[in-house]
């Protein structure tokens, strides 16, 4: 059964923008923080932005700016904005949730209870 899922990825031109939804059916996930990841090929994942059950967020010093993290409990989804995309930008984006916001922001990768399977986002130049 699907818990976390991913969409609004795809190819953009440099200084675009796109904004990545993550359906949840994971049942009180409004009791859970949730976050944004995102991995190249080769690379670990990084942590891009949280966002706790009460909607206060975290973001990555890198990513303070140009990305930005909120969720709809109503929906069970939250979203990612991200303005002005780089080439840089472009990797795997992955949704993550978990009891402790801690986990999220300090990137505790095998501890994270739920991932989704990930969108692509494709940025060129």
């Known amino acids: 059964q699907v818990q976390l899922a991913e969409s609004g990825g795809g190819l953009v031109q440099a200084g675009g923008s796109l904004r990545l939804s993550c359906v949840a059916t994971?049942?009180?996930?409004?009791?859970?923080?949730m976050g944004w990841f995102r991995q190249v090929p080769g690379n670990e994942r990084e942590f891009v932005a949280g966002i706790t059950s009460g909607g206060s967020t975290n973001y990555a010093d890198s990513k303070k700016g140009r990305f930005t993290i909120s969720r709809d409990n109503g929906k069970n989804t939250i979203y990612l904005q991200i303005n002005s995309l780089k080439p840089e930008d472009t990797a795997a984006y992955y949704c993550a949730a978990d009891r402790m916001m801690t986990d999220i922001v300090q990137r505790r990768i095998a501890r994270i209870d739920y991932w989704g399977q990930g969108t692509q986002v494709t940025v060129s130049s």
């Open positions: 994971i049942r009180t996930v409004s009791n859970y923080a």
